[in-house]
């Protein structure tokens, strides 16, 4: 009987501890935005909504949202089209040394990060006149991004029945209609999930525009925020407060939104 | 009428010859129309992904620097950048930290979070599990650049959080254990993959198997010893891999300290920016990416065989 207590009493000491680790970084993001003169320590908020104002006021903030959400959607439009394109066709006909392919493409997308191509890409970038472009951040991340896509999609078209497909052709569909209507419907929790991972992906990357956007007016919410903090004398902790919880807030929504509609599914490489 | 409700009989009599000859092509895409299918995506891989790859091999080979004579002309220079690097001490001492940086944060500090609170999670259902799961999870999906600075204003050295707790104001983490701070940071920031990843494997052990350990009067450690660690070594060995991986290319720490101060944390990932785009030296620079992508491949090759194994 004494053993179990100890046990207890261990268990729910050490889950103390752990649960205190995960959430003291996280209380000054909690508490700062509503605080009316936020210093770098956790403080019981006095619930003001003042420092909002001045992110509305804030010339680059609200933008670089806004630009955050352009480069989002953008590489997840690409990457979903183009992804759900090649799986489909790598899943359904036997292309010649199509295993060897998506071999190859794995371990291309796991070797080749952001960290060992910043120097080429930085240089690819300047050649092809991409530097300060979204379209060209766009393309760059989702050449990146494009090799596990396919693989997580192609495993959705692998286990999607194909006597759906059969009987469309039966009714004279052409390839494309079939994919377009017959296809994509039955495999769009793979594409939202696809989409999902992209959005999170892009949204929080920091290397790639801050390699590649010089132009403040252009730059996403990570490298403002990476700004916020580095440049120039005092940082402005309403500012930086308020603006870290907006920019966080849809990742956090989303994540929801994703397990509660498809549960937390377990993808190898969801995060790069 | 009959016929739409049952659509699969008469596909069976039209499409006997093509569904011979690929095997699976239900939809009569046929070579030429899933190659169309196939080529945009590979296309752009080619050119941002592939093409970035064997280009750093080839500017590794040049004195190639982002202004100056060398940006317009560049000459081949051979493997002077490679041998220049193996002689640099600030090369050495940015290598040792890396490694530092992966065994402290990934191989230990992820690794054994995040199975210690997969195993003590385990059997539990209800508030307790969520709520931790949930923030270990919401430290694993902020954007980096928030949680950076969540970590620079805990540890500022006169109003930070956690100086106040500890009652040191005044202690410089940053500036004075920068290593511990970014291996610390980067073990928060990781552990939800492991913890998810361990929750899983668990999952797969025979709950009969640790009753009948139980039974004969097995303790925690041996149980965990003879019963769950052969049912899941080979998720540690995936877990190791990748997430070792992830951490040696991590950008990150340079969110926290940018490599100082004095160089004392730039790990590999920020010493290839600072050489390459700070300094401008683009040929050093991506000769260093080279052996970044080298060490990659081992540990890649090393993973896919492992996977390949498995099935």
Do not use: C
């Amino acid at each position: 009987m004494t053993r179990t207590w100890a046990g207890r009493i261990g268990f729910y000491t050490l889950i103390a501890v752990l649960l205190a680790f995960f959430t003291i970084p996280l209380l000054w993001l909690a508490a700062a935005p509503f605080t009316s003169d936020p210093s770098y320590e956790v403080r019981m908020p006095d619930f003001t909504f003042e420092n909002f104002q001045t992110i509305i006021e804030h010339p680059y903030a609200l933008w670089s949202l806004v630009n955050s959400l352009i480069l989002a959607i953008g590489t997840a439009l690409l990457v979903v089209v183009l992804s759900a394109l090649a799986a489909y066709a790598l899943s359904r006909v036997r292309i010649p040394g199509r295993d060897a392919l998506l071999y190859a493409l794995l371990l291309l997308s796991s070797i080749i990060t952001g960290t060992a191509a910043m120097v080429p890409l930085f240089q690819l970038a300047i050649e092809l006149n991409l530097i300060d472009s979204h379209t060209g951040l766009i393309l760059i991340m989702t050449g990146g991004l494009l090799p596990a896509a396919i693989f997580m999609i192609k495993d959705f078209m692998d286990a999607t029945p194909k006597s759906y497909e059969e009987s469309a052709r039966v009714f004279g569909a052409s390839p494309l209609q079939i994919v377009r209507h017959v296809v994509t419907p039955v495999v769009r929790p793979g594409l939202a999930t696809i989409a999902v991972w992209t959005i999170a992906n892009v949204w929080g990357n920091f290397l790639m525009p801050f390699l590649l956007l010089s132009d403040v007016e252009k730059q996403p919410a990570a490298v403002i925020m990476y700004t916020l903090y580095t440049e120039g004398g005092q940082a402005n902790l309403k500012v930086l407060s308020t603006f870290g919880l907006l920019y966080s807030v849809p990742v956090v929504l989303m994540y929801l939104f994703v397990s509660k509609k498809y549960g937390f599914r377990f993808h190898g490489g969801i995060k790069r | 009428m009959a016929q739409v409700t049952s659509p699969p009989e008469p596909a069976e009599v039209v499409s006997p010859a093509p569904a011979r000859r690929y095997s699976s092509d239900a939809a009569g895409l046929g070579r030429l129309r899933a190659g169309a299918f196939v080529a945009p995506a590979l296309a752009l891989i080619a050119v941002f992904l592939v093409f970035p790859a064997l280009w750093v091999i080839y500017l590794g080979l040049t004195n190639y620097r982002l202004t100056g004579v060398a940006a317009a002309e560049p000459q081949f220079v051979g493997l002077d950048n490679f041998v220049k690097a193996l002689t640099d001490p600030e090369f050495w001492d940015s290598t040792w930290l890396t490694f530092q940086f992966v065994l402290g944060s990934a191989v230990i500090g992820q690794v054994v979070l995040g199975f210690t609170l997969a195993w003590m999670l385990k059997d539990r259902r209800g508030t307790l599990k969520s709520v931790v799961e949930g923030l270990v999870i919401l430290a694993w999906i902020l954007p980096s650049a928030v949680v950076s600075f969540l970590w620079v204003a805990l540890l500022d050295r006169d109003a930070g959080t956690l100086n106040a707790l500890l009652g040191i104001p005044g202690f410089a983490w940053l500036l004075d254990y920068p290593m511990l701070s970014i291996i610390i940071f980067n073990t928060w920031r990781g552990t939800a993959f492991s913890m998810m990843l361990y929750g899983a494997a668990l999952g797969n052990v025979p709950p009969s198997h640790l009753e009948s350990a139980r039974l004969a009067g097995a303790s925690g450690w041996q149980q965990l010893r003879d019963v769950v660690f052969p049912h899941i070594r080979g998720h540690i060995l995936t877990n190791l891999l990748l997430i070792s991986l992830w951490t040696f290319n991590d950008f990150s720490p340079f969110l926290l300290t940018a490599g100082g101060p004095d160089g004392k944390s730039e790990v590999l990932a920020v010493h290839v920016y600072k050489v390459a785009l700070q300094n401008g030296d683009l040929g050093y620079g991506a000769a260093i990416s080279t052996v970044i992508l080298l060490i990659n491949l081992v540990v890649a090759v090393f993973y896919l065989r492992l996977l390949r194994s498995k099935k």
